[in-house]
Structures are given as structure tokens and as C-alpha cells.
């Protein structure tokens, strides 16, 4: 397992943590301290594959991302087909949702409904659980139907938050025409 390093403009592809804290104390604005090196050694033998920002300043981070790649052409070249395998996927998941079957649908949405608290003029966001059965054109449609019922009720607050299509705060089952 190798370690990319990215601090803004400078990055590098690494084979160890020595080399890791080699390349940040090479850099002008980064003064290595052993919280940073601590981290990195944490990183480096967790099974965590996401990637860590590291505090640098008070509002600079560093990012490391574990990769196999040997080398930096190899690490930039993974990352672009692998954001293309995804981009792909997601407009094929996205063109699902968009496909005309008119129907019924079942929807189940979570969503963050805003209370207000007129004690003390403030609010507070409580997950709450809306079901319907919507006539619609298509996964969409029933999706679109639901928030913009929500939105027009009188007991929704418009800052209330809905969740995305894609996900798993937003269920629906076809229960045909």
C-alpha cells in the first residue's frame, strides 16, 4: 500500500510514512508535528480506505489517500477510469429513475423537519417519516410529487430538508398501473 500526499498545489506518491513526513517537511507553509505523524502512522496500518485530511492550520488540511499504484501516472490514471466507471453508473441509475412506468407507487421518505421552539426562538431538525401511495409517470415523478406536496403543507417549514432520490432515506415500491 502506497500513500498519495496532496497539500494544495504540491503532491507526491509515497512508500512509507518516513516518506510521508520527508515531503511535508519539505514544503514552506507545513511545520510537521507529532499529532500530523501520529495520524499518518494510524492511517497507514488502519484497514480504512477513505481518504484522511490531516490539520496543517487552522483552516489547511493536507489529504493522504491509500492507492496500490506504484506510481503517480498509474494513481492519476486509476482515479480518472475509476471517476468515469462512476459517472457512468450514475447516469444509468439516474436514467432508471427518469423511465416512464405509470403507475402507483409506494413512497417512503425521511426527511429533516425543522420544529421551531418559540421559548427560546430557536430550531431544531427531527427526522421525520412521510408514506404515501402516488400516482405518477415514473420513480421521478413520484419522488417530485411527494416533496412538493411537503413543501406546500402548512405544518412543513421551508427549511425543512428532503432527501436525495438516490438515497436510502427514500424508498419506493411499484405497485403497478
Given at each position: 500500500m502506497n500513500l498519495y500526499i496532496r497539500y494544495f498545489d504540491d503532491e507526491t506518491l509515497v512508500y512509507?510514512?518516513?516518506e510521508a513526513v520527508n515531503f511535508l517537511s519539505s514544503l514552506e507553509d507545513v511545520e510537521v508535528n507529532e499529532t500530523m505523524v501520529d495520524e499518518l502512522k494510524k492511517f497507514w496500518s488502519s484497514s480504512v480506505m477513505y481518504p484522511k485530511h490531516i490539520k496543517v492550520h487552522a483552516r489547511s488540511f493536507f489529504i493522504a489517500i491509500k492507492t496500490t499504484a506504484g506510481t503517480m501516472e498509474e494513481f492519476k490514471a486509476?482515479?480518472?477510469?475509476?471517476?468515469?466507471?462512476?459517472k457512468a453508473a450514475q447516469k444509468e441509475a439516474l436514467a432508471q429513475y427518469s423511465l416512464p412506468q405509470p403507475g402507483w407507487y409506494k413512497v417512503k421518505m425521511t426527511f429533516k423537519r425543522v420544529i421551531s421552539l418559540p421559548d427560546v426562538q430557536k430550531c431544531h431538525y427531527v427526522d421525520t417519516v412521510f408514506v404515501a401511495k402516488v400516482n405518477a409517470e415514473s420513480i421521478q415523478d413520484s419522488y417530485d410529487r411527494v416533496v412538493n406536496h411537503l413543501r406546500n403543507r402548512q405544518d412543513v417549514d421551508v427549511r425543512s430538508q428532503f432527501p436525495?432520490?438516490?438515497g436510502p432515506n427514500f424508498e419506493f415500491e411499484y405497485l403497478g398501473a
Open positions: 512509507s510514512v518516513e486509476k482515479g480518472a477510469s475509476q471517476n468515469k466507471v462512476e436525495s432520490i438516490k
